[in-house]
């Protein structure tokens, strides 16, 4: 959908329906007399007066405009002023969204205000109101169709010139389409979205860009399964008719410097297999490949927009179903690093998927791997559904993706990997085991994918909460949420524009380090972490 940005305040707040962000306190201050003018109505204060509107997060209150056919403000609250971080915009358009729809709109307005003036914050305008448009129809008979917004305008004090603003549509646009992937993908039935159909899906967008666009997909089916020795897929596949797909991705973009390896969860339903879930449990078990849809969808991203760097990308694909032929709790398999693993609950089965993607990822040698997985249903217990785990071993590279995190709105919180609580999944007869001693389950899951990263620098971040919401939030209608796909995509565009080949590094705040520092700290990190004892 188009998105234009005017150069304008309130005087210039004509559109038929527009939203007006406003933080507590502002709801008799400038802006709202300044409407007051421009509808011709000294009553308009009074009316906003009588919503009661004091401008608290989520607060909304549509005004009809006398006089003026449909025309409408829709005051909706930022909460605080002193505390306003990004994701107030995007909550704040999503919300204005919603109540547009109700109101049957076409054309939406947005009058932003001189905080939210420059790109970044226009961006997040726009963001919040496009992934708030996402419907998941297609299995309703009776037609049901998504209401149809045509345009967003948003007028601004103190916009950047429209040339200016070209490329971060076109990106944006994009990035919604990718989260509409993975959104789709995860609200889509297991009995369609199988491995088969993963793998099928990732050849299909990798034909499309065309081999030119520095993409590439190989999926591996179970013969090539086996005889590459992914001990972990073949042990959780083999409790199902549906074959297991190792699904590899490789993009290079021009003038790429870094190297990133991405590894995702694709299981496309567990039932626990042997041990088996109870049924409520199971009901929304189709979106255990969430963290592998995240995956696809930001290669297919990354190709999209042609970002300078590299990135390998791994999925593991499998259902995990109980059956006379699946895996039982006391097998032990041997991974092909020679690592042996007890299998005490065949319902940890992510851990065991992910260590052979992860053997993969870490041979290549790249400067990080970041892993997502819907791991762990403790991780939902500790943090809850609107913020992922995260877990690394590597200092630097563990502050970039929190701060990835921060800027894309997709809140994530770090967890330790306590180094004592190894001793948990040791296992008496095996290497180790894939079950902890009950307490710190995510922490006990981590630990057991640490083994399998050899000395990469390495992020893991468990999205079993945040993958998936029951309740509508401002801009995740209920269902899978696309969440992972953003930070990914601040990460890596950072990344990749880290650049070491004129002498120095750039870093965060913009300042420049002598070249290699980077790699100096990393490196001494690396060493300072406390490896698994084996
Ligand atoms: N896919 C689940 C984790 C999960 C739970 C994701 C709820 C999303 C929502 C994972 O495979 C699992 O079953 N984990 C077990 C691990 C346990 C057996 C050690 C869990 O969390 O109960
Ligand atoms: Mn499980
Ligand atoms: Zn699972």
Not at 12 to 41: D, H, K, M, W, Y
Not at 506 to 521: E, L, Q, W, Y
Request: charged content about 25%; overall charge positive.
């Amino acid at each position: 959908m188009e998105t234009r940005v005017r150069r304008g305040d309130a005087a210039q707040a004509t559109g038929e329906f527009v939203i007006v962000p406003l933080a507590a306190g502002e709801e008799n201050g400038a802006t709202v007399r300044a409407l007051g003018r421009v509808a011709g109505s000294a009553a308009l204060r009074a009316t906003v007066a009588a919503t009661r509107f004091r401008g608290r997060e989520g607060q909304m209150a549509t005004i009809p405009v006398a006089g003026r056919g449909r025309r409408v403000f829709c005051l909706v609250g930022l909460g605080a002023a002193g505390s306003l971080d990004t994701d107030a915009w995007r909550r704040a358009a999503a919300r204005g969204r919603s109540a547009a729809e109700t109101a049957g709109a076409r054309r939406v307005m947005i009058l932003a205000d001189a905080r939210a003036t420059d790109e970044a914050h226009l961006v997040a305008l726009a963001e919040g109101f496009h992934l708030a448009g996402y419907r998941f129809t297609k299995y309703k008979s009776d037609g049901e169709t998504p209401p149809v917004i045509e345009r967003l305008s948003i007028v601004a004090p103190d916009p950047p010139a429209e040339q200016e603003l070209r490329a971060a549509w076109l990106r944006l646009d994009a990035v919604v389409e990718a989260v509409a992937l993975v959104r789709d993908l995860v609200n889509e039935p297991a009995a369609v979205k199988t491995p088969t159909y993963l793998g099928d899906l990732a050849k299909a967008f990798a034909k499309k860009l065309g081999t030119r666009s520095g993409l590439t997909v190989d999926v591996w089916n179970l013969a090539r399964i086996k005889k590459e020795k992914l001990a972990g897929l073949l042990a959780v596949a083999r409790g199902s008719r549906e074959e297991p797909r190792l699904i590899r991705l490789h993009y290079k973009g021009a003038g790429a410097r870094r190297h990133v390896a991405l590894v995702g969860k694709g299981v496309t339903f567990d039932s626990g297999g042997l041990s088996l879930k109870p049924a409520k449990s199971m009901e929304t078990m189709k979106i255990d490949m969430a963290g592998g849809a995240t995956v696809l969808a930001t290669m297919q991203l990354l190709a999209k927009l042609q970002l300078p760097i590299e990135v390998s990308a791994f999925v593991p694909a499998t259902e995990n179903l109980p059956s006379s032929t699946a895996q039982k709790p006391g097998d032990v398999i041997t991974y092909r690093n020679g690592k042996t693993v007890e299998v005490l609950n065949t319902d940890a089965e992510g851990r065991l998927i992910l260590a052979d993607a992860l053997i993969l990822a870490a041979d290549r040698k790249p400067d990080s791997i970041i892993d997502l997985a819907t791991l762990t249903g403790a991780c939902m217990v500790a943090l809850g559904h609107q913020v992922a785990g995260l877990f690394g071993n590597d200092r630097p590279l563990v502050e970039r993706v929190a701060a990835a995190g921060r800027a894309a709105g997709e809140p994530l919180w770090e967890l330790p990997l306590v180094a004592d609580y190894r001793d948990d999944i040791r296992s008496p007869v095996a290497d180790i085991k894939n079950i902890g001693g009950g307490y710190a389950g995510s922490i006990t899951a981590a630990l057991f994918l640490e083994h399998f990263v050899a000395e990469c620098p390495w992020v893991h971040l468990d999205i079993a909460g945040p993958a998936f919401t029951e309740k509508a939030l401002p801009y995740y209608p209920r269902g899978g949420t696309g969440f992972g796909v953003r930070t990914l995509l601040h990460y890596l565009t950072k990344t990749a524009s880290e650049d070491d080949g004129d002498g120095a590094t750039r870093v965060a705040d913009g300042s420049a380090r002598r070249k290699g520092s980077g790699r100096t700290r990393r490196a001494g990190a690396r060493r300072g972490a406390r490896r698994p004892r084996k």
